[in-house]
Structure formats: C-alpha cells, structure tokens
C-alpha cells in the first residue's frame, strides 16, 4: 500500500465521508421491544462463563447477569466518551486541520449517540447499576481530564479504553448462533461496533503519530505506566465489582468476584482481549 494511502490526510478524508450519512440510533431502533427476557450478553461472554456454581443456577439468575454486566459495559462507555467528548469539544477551537475538526465533531455526534442509547436501554429495562459496583475510577477521571490531549500518553491511554470495551461488545452478534440475545441489544451492539471502528482507526493513527515524536528516554520511561493502565482497565473492565454480582441477585455465601477471578474461560478472554491491544502499542514503539 503506498504511503499516500495510508497518509493522516487521507484517513481523515475516507472517515469522514463514512460518517457523513449519520444513522440516529434513537430514531434508528425499536425500543418498545426492550425485554430482559432475552440474554444481553451472551453466557460466553459472562466472567463467570463455565464456573459450576454460576451454571448450575437457573437460567433466570444467568441471564439476570447477562443484564448487568451489559449495563456494567454501558456504564464504562458512558464514562469514557464523557470525557472523550469533552476533550473533543476543547479542542476544536485549536485545531486548524478543518478535516480533523470535521472529524472531531463527526465523533462527538457518534459518541453522544451511543451514550444516549445507553440511556434509553437501561431507563426501559429498569437495570441500575449501584454506585458501589460502578466502574467508573476518580483517579482515571482526573488523569483522562488533565493529560495534554495532543500527547502520546493520551491517546495510547483512548486506544486502551476504545479497544477493549468493543472486543467484549462485539461478542454479542457472535453469541445469536448460541442463544436469543435481545434483538434491541444485538443491533445497538452492531450500531455501536460500525461506529468504533471508525474512532479505533482514527485513534490508532494519531497514536501512532505521537508515539513517533517521542524521545526513546521518554519512550522507556512511560512504558511500564502504559502497560500499568493496559493491565488495570482490563481487570476493572472484565473483572466487575463484588456489589455488581449481588446487584444482580446472585446467591450471597459465594464469593463470585473470587470465582470470576479463578476463571480460566474468562482469564483467556481477558488475556487475548489485551494481548490485541499489546501487539499494536509495541508496534509503534510502546516497550511493554
């Protein structure tokens, strides 16, 4: 492929025009078929996927869980793209690119329409996630609002959080042949995965584009800080709180956090799911 191919330019110029025909996901799906009837998630994509305590219990509970690690999904997307939308918006006004600015608000739109949809889905189904089992973190909160957004530490740190809530999301249209996901769920999750392969190509490329200024000293020194958030978001993410397993009714006298820990279908997942992601920060110079 020729470098023009694959120039900033051009990238910003193909993913522009792909966002253009914006699809309103509001307008788009058919809530009044929201039902916790059906599973979210699919019982492979569960951390307690295979756990024999988890298996034996009834269907109900399982697909009871299934409702709430999705909401728990839901709740982490909608606090990443609050502060991606909100660093997006501070920008515009200091970037003179007027594809890149044209970009940027092409993902605000797409962003804000994914968080709505999250809205919607939880707000008709009734599911709460307490704040006990919430993922958001302060620490990640204050660090995503305070690194400079042009840096490389910035970005790497949206390649992480794009990535591995989209490789959990899209095993929901692969869980159909297995069991009946919820027809409102399997098309937000194949809406929002059209969406984030646009956000996880544009991320990629300004990553990679920072990555490369950087010195090799800095390049040495912020790497085991890189592999710490890698290593962190993929146990906040795919490893919910204990309150989550009893927001969901679960039996109590069963430490499921512990088990969830000691999965090792959940474990091989987790361990892929970062190792994606790992593969593609070393390639452009990430020392992890």
Known sequence: MSSSATSPSR???????????????????????????????????????????????????????????????????????????????GALDREPDPERRRYYLHEIREEAGHSLMFLELLGRAGVRIPAAAHPRSALG?????????????????????????????RMIPRGVEEVTVSAVVYHMARLHARDEARHIAHTRAVCAEAVRGLPRWRLAALSPLVAAVLAQH??????PPRALYAAAG???????????????????????????TAEFLRSIGWRL
């Open 11 to 89: 990238l910003l110029e193909r993913l522009n025009a792909s966002s253009a025909p914006y699809v309103d996901p509001l307008a788009e799906l058919r809530w009044e078929s929201v039902d916790t009837d059906a599973w979210w998630l699919p019982p492979a994509a569960l951390s307690l996927a295979g756990v024999a305590e988890f298996e034996a219990l009834p269907l109900a509970s399982r697909r009871r869980l299934s409702h709430y690690e999705f909401a728990y999904l839901l709740e982490a997307g909608l606090w990443l793209e609050a502060m991606f939308i909100e660093r997006l918006g």
């Open 141 to 169: 909160t204050a660090v995503g609002r305070l690194i400079p957004f042009s840096s490389a530490l910035f970005w790497t740190i949206t390649v992480v959080g794009e990535e591995l809530g989209d490789r959990l999301n």
């Open 234 to 239: 993929a146990r906040r993410l795919y490893y």
């Open 250 to 276: 679960l039996p109590a006298g069963v430490d499921w956090r512990r088990r969830a820990h000691a999965n090792p279908t959940r474990r091989v997942f987790a361990e892929q799911a970062a190792a994606l």
